[in-house]
């Protein structure tokens, strides 16, 4: 271990930090680069770390530096999310970039609640569902909640524009949208309910179309007020086994997205053969309707158009994020600006217009060093990709 000078870290704030992590006590030695021996040496007290090991040991728990400072724990409410998974998964609970990513949106949530509030805005007007209810049916009323048309889908040029599209309107109802990173092997996203701020996440390594039923699938888990995180959903036809509530969720995603009339009228008119058995033709009705394959699937087997076979059939690699991409020149504004959100950006600016919240809370809570505009007190103008 390098010298330096040591920093008096509090040994129960260390444990609390590693407890909530997910981390196993040796991957975290590792990600900080010292030996399993030298971390419990920190955890018992015996030892301290240097300035330099405590900046790595921060940044791999994703805590402020201060954090484990403090005389004792931190009393910060942990968000109550259930973790679901396809029956016989390989793990049963989250993992250390979901806690993370969760944590940071119930943070950033918290403020946003406490925010409209001190706005004196309303709360989102979101009617609590049971999955006893048609999910074709609460599709339909949600769908035309959102102001969304057919003929203004039809007309979305890319699966990109899409997500936007669908992003912007499910944002102006009041739902808070996040598109944050946390890699394949992590949830498609999760949801977090509050009567305030409810908020859905998404995972950005899947594709525009994957997000898209994902977007739909964590909305249902707000509707029935179930905060989730939902790690891949593929090969859920019933069984005894499966997540009712799971189920629920992915059936009024794909009725949001594939509207009956619409499905029914583009079989009839493209003259497809049914049951359709083919996942080619599955991906034709998809890109019509800039839905996922899973989506699709969904759909016709409601219609009976279609079997359970077929979802099982789906090629698993269909909703993978294609190579390349990644943006130019963007910002760290801008990529901020894109993983929370218009609409967390509206509410944070209109606080800082109003003396609700200072420069220092939206630096901080939007994870930037700067903002744009003479006074940042201005609308910024980014761009999406």
Partial sequence: MPRGKTVPITRSVLRWALDESGYQAEALAQAVGVSAATLDAWLGGREQPTLTALRTLAAALKRPLATFLLPRPPRIP???????????????????????????????????????????????????????????????????????????????????????????????????????????????????????????????????????????????????????????GAYRWPTSKSDPTERWCEQFAANVIIPRPRLEAYLASEGVEVPVT????????????????????????????ATWGLYKSLPPLAERKPPGGGGVGRTRVQIRYDQYGPHTTEVFTTALQKDVVNRADVLDYLNVHTLKGADARDQPTFEQD
Avoid at 279 to 301: D, E, N, P, Q
């Fill in 78 to 232: 942990k968000p109550a999310v259930e973790f679901r998974a396809p029956p016989g998964g390989e793990r049963a609970e989250l993992n250390v970039t979901e806690r993370q990513r969760i944590r940071e949106a119930a943070r950033l949530q918290r403020m946003l609640a406490w925010i409209t509030r001190e706005l004196g805005r309303s709360a989102p007007d979101l009617p609590r569902v049971t999955i006893s209810a048609s999910e074709e049916n609460a599709a339909q009323d949600r769908r035309a909640r959102l102001g969304i048309t057919p003929e203004q889908q039809e007309q979305w040029r890319s699966a990109s524009a899409a997500l936007h599209g669908w992003r912007a309107a499910l944002e102006r109802t009041g739902v808070f949208v996040l598109l944050l990173p946390m890699g394949e092997d992590s949830a498609r996203g999760f949801s977090l309910w509050d009567e305030q701020a409810p908020l859905v996440a998404l995972n950005t390594s899947w594709n525009a179309e994957a997000r898209i039923f994902t977007l739909f699938h964590e909305y249902a888990h707000l509707l029935t007020r179930t905060s989730s995180a939902c790690l891949e």
């Fill in 278 to 305: 083919d996942t080619k033709a599955v991906g034709r009705i998809a890109r019509r309707f800039r839905a996922s394959m899973r989506a699709t699937a969904l759909r016709l087997i409601s219609l009976e158009a």
